[in-house]
């Protein structure tokens, strides 16, 4: 039987390590396994999407759509993306 793994260059690049005998096992491999597996539950917790009810213009809205259309995206996904570059300080809202 052979074994299958993903075939994709960072595991083929793994795979190769461990046969070489390149990789070595940390100190306290039970703390470092306890911490990645609470790391990896918070990714997931942060990545769930959740649904919100906005009013917004018809005029604005249709201009987001064509906005998005120019982009060939859902306006969706371009409400959100601005939320999140507002969010990480990459744009800035002045409000009156």
Same mark, same amino acid.
């Given at each position: 039987m052979t074994k299958k793994y993903l075939d994709d260059k960072q595991t083929r690049d793994f795979i190769r390590a461990g046969e070489k005998g390149e990789l070595v096992s940390v100190p306290n491999l039970q703390i470092m396994k306890s911490k990645l597996s609470q790391a990896a539950k918070a990714m997931v917790r942060a990545r769930k999407n959740k649904s919100v009810t906005i009013? !917004?213009? *018809? *005029?604005? =809205?249709y201009k987001l759509k064509v906005k998005a259309n120019r982009k060939r995206i859902? #306006? /969706? @996904?371009? =409400? @959100?993306? =601005? !939320?999140? /570059? #507002?969010?990480d300080n990459k744009i800035n809202v002045s409000v009156l």
């Amino acid at each position: 039987m052979t074994k299958k793994y993903l075939d994709d260059k960072q595991t083929r690049d793994f795979i190769r390590a461990g046969e070489k005998g390149e990789l070595v096992s940390v100190p306290n491999l039970q703390i470092m396994k306890s911490k990645l597996s609470q790391a990896a539950k918070a990714m997931v917790r942060a990545r769930k999407n959740k649904s919100v009810t906005i009013r !917004i213009s *018809e *005029e604005e =809205l249709y201009k987001l759509k064509v906005k998005a259309n120019r982009k060939r995206i859902p #306006y /969706q @996904t371009l =409400l @959100t993306a =601005l !939320i999140h /570059q #507002y969010n990480d300080n990459k744009i800035n809202v002045s409000v009156l």
